[in-house]
């Protein structure tokens, strides 16, 4: 199961309104649209949805994946910002205004920084189509990478055929999928996620504005993508920060502008009202420090390889149980990070999450004598 499957793994899907203890949350509001779905960024919890694992036309969504793998591909130092990718015959707009371009002339060159901008801000499906060929030789064998990256994700409603979410038959996503790309962008690609933030990017002397809306009236949202094309509607994914708590939220098939952003706003009003997410344990700190049989080291310290969040009902985090449920015998060797067994959040005797206990080092396998005194003790000690 890869990285992120773990992470959302244990989400709730909520479609009606439900109680946490004597606090009932109000249900979300009834939104006319193809799908939604709202997520909180820490736990990886859905607040509230509808029909978010369908196949939907995704329209510039789609960039988020081709920008994510610009990305990464400059973290891993496999690109340079100052990198000149060429805009080809292929990817070069031709001025018409069906659709979004960032406007390089044909056979002009583009940083690798100044095309994401472009892709990012702009949304251009130039950029996009130039910075797939640069990468991969071609859209078609860019659409391989940005499929075997979905499915890394643990995106499982997804095929891209495309760098530019264009309509094509075979070319689709969900709201949910959607969501998981999101974190994945705020999460590991933290360095150029302002980006997504951006106002305006001025290239060849053409000036164009994000069309993400709530970037101009919510100082909270800080990204990420609009899309359009009559097939998939007005879509938007968004984020915003209030305070420590994250919440990612994506519309789609919405039938305006107005309407994608009237309807994200109401979900994270909705959201941040009704629900708080509470840090409950921080990774790398010692929870408890279980005895060892046969290893060098008679204990060994125990704890999260990432933090342990809760999202729930505003109020009711006080009310928290924690529990620690340990392997009943650890025997060296222990690598570092194995799992020895868990830690339960529980609220009214009901577990509301769930994570691993791991080594936070390892502990190598004492020498022989060591071990048949340990045997010997471990005997009397399972007698009694």
């Known amino acids: ?7 959302f793994a244990l989400s709730t899907v909520l479609v009606s309104p439900f109680a946490q203890a004597t606090t009932v949350i109000p249900a979300p509001p009834i939104l006319e649209n193809k799908a939604f779905v709202l997520m909180d960024y820490d736990s990886g919890k859905v607040l509230a949805e509808s029909n978010a694992h369908d196949q939907l036309h995704p329209a510039s969504l789609t960039k988020m994946m081709t920008s994510f793998l610009v ?46 901008r472009g892709i990012i801000i702009q949304s251009g499906n130039d950029a996009s189509k130039a910075v797939a060929e640069h990468l991969a030789g071609s859209e078609v064998a860019f659409a391989e990478l940005m499929n075997g990256e979905a499915k890394h994700l643990g995106m499982k409603n997804t095929q891209f055929k495309n760098a530019t979410g264009l309509t094509e038959d075979g070319h689709y996503t969900s709201a949910y999928d959607m969501a998981i790309l999101a974190h994945a962008i705020i999460k590991d690609s933290s360095k150029y996620y302002p980006i997504y933030s951006e106002k305006e990017f001025t290239y060849n002397n053409i000036k164009q504005g994000n069309r993400n809306a709530l970037l101009f009236t919510d100082p909270t949202v800080d990204g990420l993508k609009t899309g359009h094309t009559d097939a998939a509607g007005y879509c938007l994914t968004a984020s915003s920060k209030r305070g420590s708590m994250r919440l990612i939220s994506v ?50 310290s125990v704890g999260l390889a990432n933090d342990m969040n809760v ?64 045997g010997i003790k471990r005997f009397f000690v399972n007698l009694f």
């Open 1 to 7: 199961m890869s990285h992120y499957a773990k992470i």
């Open 71 to 116: 990305e990464q591909r400059l973290l891993k130092g496999q690109l340079k910002e100052e990198d000149q990718v060429l805009m080809s015959e292929n990817a070069w707009c031709r001025g018409t205004s069906k659709e979004s371009c960032m406007y390089v002339p044909l056979n002009g060159y583009a940083s690798v920084l100044d095309m994401l």
């Open 251 to 300: 519309v789609m098939g919405t039938n305006s502008m107005q309407a994608r952003a009237d309807q994200t706003r109401a979900l994270f009003n909705w959201g941040f009202s009704n629900y708080e997410t509470a840090l409950i344990r921080p990774k790398n700190q010692e929870l408890a420090k279980p005895v060892v049989w046969f290893g060098a080291a008679d204990n060994v």
């Open 311 to 374: 999202t729930l009902a505003r109020g009711q985090k006080d009310k928290l149980q924690i529990s620690l449920q340990l392997a009943p015998s650890l025997d060296a060797p222990l690598k570092q990070g194995q799992e020895v067994g868990k830690i339960i959040a529980s609220l009214d005797g009901k577990i509301v999450a769930e994570q691993a206990l791991v080594a936070l080092q390892p502990v190598e396998q004492a020498n022989f004598f060591v071990r048949i005194w340990h």
